[in-house]
């Protein structure tokens, strides 16, 4: 499915830190193509909906805190695999245990300041974008196609 999308925020911290070129040059030395990009600043309530899911953690309110704290770049990415592949490209979520070679295994130390957000699930990345982008987003489609991809 070269089709796939996944949501990918880079948080207030990736951007105060100038990590934003890096952050997508990763994604796309890959392979994967850019569908959509936005910096923005979002309210306390779009962030509560978008983390709806961690409501009951004790973190939850720290975590709006953060994402509200500034900027952040809201971004779909497309490719085969790409929910996954984008996951491990992120590492995982405590940067203690991300791997070096991972966005937050080069880039963070603390899981209240892990520079990125990326979907779950295909299931939770249409959500996601549907939240973030919900007039859509540009539909076009890389002539690289042929060069990283078979069929
Ligand atoms: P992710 O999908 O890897 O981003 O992780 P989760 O969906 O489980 O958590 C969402 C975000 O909440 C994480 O990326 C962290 O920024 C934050 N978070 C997760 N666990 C903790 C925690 O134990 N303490 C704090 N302060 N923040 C956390
Ligand atoms: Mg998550």
């Not at 100038?18 to 990009?37: H, W």
């Not at 779009?46 to 953690?57: N, V």
């Amino acid at each position: 499915m070269a089709n796939e999308l996944t949501f990918i925020m880079i948080k207030p911290d990736g951007v105060q830190r100038g990590l934003v070129g890096d952050i997508i040059s990763r994604f796309e030395k890959k392979g994967f193509f850019l569908k959509a990009m936005k910096m923005v600043q979002v309210e306390r309530s779009f962030a509560e909906k978008h983390y709806s899911d961690l409501s009951t953690k004790p973190f939850f309110g720290a975590l709006v805190e953060y994402i509200i704290s500034g900027p952040v770049v809201a971004m779909v990415w497309q490719g085969k695999g790409v929910v996954a592949t984008g996951r491990k490209i992120i590492g995982a979520t405590n940067p203690a245990q991300s791997e070096p070679g991972t966005i937050r295994g080069d880039f963070c130390i603390e899981v209240s300041r892990n520079v990125i957000h990326g979907s779950d699930a295909v299931g939770s990345a249409q959500k996601e974008i549907a939240l973030w982008f919900p007039d859509g987003i540009v539909d076009w489609h890389s002539s690289a196609h042929p060069w990283i991809y078979e069929n």
